[in-house]
């Protein structure tokens, strides 16, 4: 018997990259076989050398080879078969090998809208590299067309935070119309209804037995504002129809009226008290007995968008009276400044949202309206809305001011140059092409609009490495041998255990919820992704590797911390050299 017992190369390879394969045939054939071996490649990828090898095994022993080849520019899948034939024998061993971009994936957008005497004119960019673009151009007579990017950005944030899983359903929950322009991947290929469906069972598992919710699933950190968030959210996919357990809306519901008459909480998330007030009284569930007592609170103390929250949950409760009160003498102007990282994830887009929200819902006629509207839509096009948390309401306020427009009629075309004109109306219009750059396209109508539009151009850029910087955040990357000696690159020997330190500190004030994502190098493999003091590795000090969270992949390994100004977090885990 001949068998091709082990092949031991990387999990992926990227372009341009060598890529040294290690094959181990065994011979138990009851005789010395002279073996040969042969390499075959699909997809984007070359041999190196000579395509055929001839090696002696003796009998009852295996042989280690070396399989040298080259991936090529292309991303793709690279197709590895090995076989090794000995007479009338023969065996085979095959494998599929990715083939990722050094570079990382880029995507250039743009949205607008279009009258009869205004017509979009687009020059798609050039500077990708051929075969890996996907050109995706929407057109429509619904406004959400224009906030396809951020709905996408949302679908398609990476990570499994309580705050995240909520932002990617509410918006869906309120702003129907919206998911009809999601991309069908990021739905998992199913409708919206069951994506959301499933991300509310999701949600519901980080439910905790008094009602708030993990900031991680079975991690122990509990963040007041996003509990609420998702409380808020829980109520009113509960009222939309969706199925929520019993026990945990119930549980979810006490916490929210316990958090609206100030209970369980200090006195820094007075922002919480009035949002979960707010949850409530949207949902038809705030009692008089909490109704009473917020009236109480004091106004001045309260951030912007909290007053708002205060007016609405009061209004909604039905005293509009008290709700005006506090908004008209207020600035209803858009506001400008940075997010928040932790705490309430406050920010100038989501405040605005959330004034544009409750100035829908109990003055949609206000001229303030109309302006943070325009502003928010205006950042959009501007790809200013760089949280979740900004994204999500925006979307649900933008939702709520948007319905009810005057429908429009409309004909119209695109144009490609070197193409014939597509009609369009005022339906939806999807057109999708591959490695397509360097065109020019003009959107014209004629009627009753207007014609939103939306545009995307993803793929990878021809330009060199990616540029290396501070700004903000410093995050520094190391190897050492086991015994913590830093380790040359150039020499590691195959089977060298290889120790990685991550260095990363917040250089101009603290930031909460950073997330680092280490893509591993060519060549090594994550063995041991949470390194603990032992007797062997005692150099590496186990308080230095406190973070929230971790997330190991087979590409990468991703860790969460939160980061005090000018303090260093380190966290190591333990690679080993295989190919």
């Known amino acids: 018997e001949m068998v091709i017992r082990d092949w031991s190369s990387d999990v992926c390879s990227s372009d341009l990259d060598v890529v040294s394969g290690l094959a181990t045939i065994f011979n138990n054939s009851g005789e010395s076989r002279e073996v040969t071996l042969q390499l075959e490649l699909t997809g984007p990828a070359q041999v190196v050398g000579s395509q055929v090898q001839t090696v002696t095994i003796p009998e009852n022993s295996d042989r280690m080879v070396v399989i040298p080849f080259k991936a090529g520019l292309e991303p793709g899948v690279i197709g590895v078969k090995l076989r090794a034939t000995s007479g009338i024998d023969q065996t085979e061993v095959a494998f599929d090998l990715p083939n990722r971009p050094a570079l990382p994936l880029v995507t250039k957008f743009g949205a607008g809208v279009i009258t009869e005497s205004t017509a979009a004119r687009i020059a798609t ?32 944030y990476p990570y499994g935070c309580v705050e995240q899983i909520t932002s990617r ?123 009473n007592e917020l009236r109480q609170v004091s106004v001045e103390f ?12 009061l209004s909604l409760a039905g005293d509009r009276t008290a709700a005006f009160a506090i908004i008209d003498p207020l600035d209803k102007q858009p506001a400008e400044f940075a997010p928040e990282t932790g705490g309430h994830l406050s920010s100038g887009i989501r405040t605005n949202a959330i004034m544009l929200d409750v100035l829908t819902r109990l003055d949609p006629e206000n001229p303030s309206a109309a302006v943070l509207a325009k502003d928010l839509i205006e950042d959009a096009r501007l790809g200013r809305w760089y949280t979740t948390q900004e994204s999500a309401f925006a979307l649900l306020a933008l939702g709520r001011y948007l319905q009810g427009r005057r429908p429009a009629s409309f004909t119209g075309t695109v144009r490609i140059a070197g193409n014939a004109a597509t009609p369009i109306t005022e339906k939806d219009f999807k057109l999708v092409r591959e490695d397509f750059t360097g065109r020019d396209i003009e959107i014209a109508i004629v009627g009753d609009g207007p014609c939103y539009y939306y545009w ?80 062997r590795l005692s150099w590496i000090p186990a308080e230095e590797s406190a973070i929230t969270h971790a997330d190991i992949r087979d590409d990468r390994v991703l860790f969460f911390a939160d980061l005090p100004q000018g303090h260093k977090i380190k966290y190591h885990y333990s690679l080993r050299a295989v190919s």
């Open 302 to 313: 309260l951030p912007l968008y909290a007053k708002f929250h205060l007016a609405g949950a």
């Open 125 to 156: 960019p050039t500077d990708f590299i051929p075969r890996t673009t996907r050109f995706v151009l929407q057109t429509s007579s619904l406004s959400a067309t224009q906030f396809k990017r951020n709905l996408d950005y949302l679908l398609g």
């Open 169 to 291: 359903l509410f918006p869906l929950l309120h702003f129907e119309s919206l998911a009809r322009f999601a991309d069908p991947d990021l739905l998992g290929g199913n409708a919206p209804d069951y994506f959301v469906q499933e991300g509310l069972r999701r949600l519901q598992t980080m439910v905790r037995a008094d009602g708030t919710f993990s900031f991680w699933p079975g991690g122990d950190k509990v963040n007041p504002w996003t509990s609420a968030y998702a409380g808020h959210c829980l109520l009113e996919a509960r009222r939309a129809g969706y199925v929520v357990d019993d026990k945990v809306y119930d549980a979810v519901r006490a916490r929210l009226h316990s958090w609206a008459r100030g209970r369980d909480l200090t006195t820094d998330d007075l922002p919480v008290r009035v949002y979960a007030a707010y949850a409530l009284a949207s949902t038809e569930q705030l009692d008089r007995k909490a109704l």
């Open 456 to 535: 995307q151009l993803s793929g990878v850029p021809t330009g060199q490495a990616a540029e290396e910087f501070t700004r903000g955040i410093k995050v520094v990357r190391q190897y050492f041998d086991p015994d913590g000696n830093p380790l040359d690159l150039d020499s590691v020997v195959l089977g060298r255990q290889v120790i990685c330190r991550i260095e990363v500190s917040a250089q101009e004030k603290a930031l909460d919820n950073v997330v680092v994502n280490d893509l591993i190098p060519a060549g090594f493999a994550i063995e041991n992704p949470r390194l603990k003091t032992s007797r």
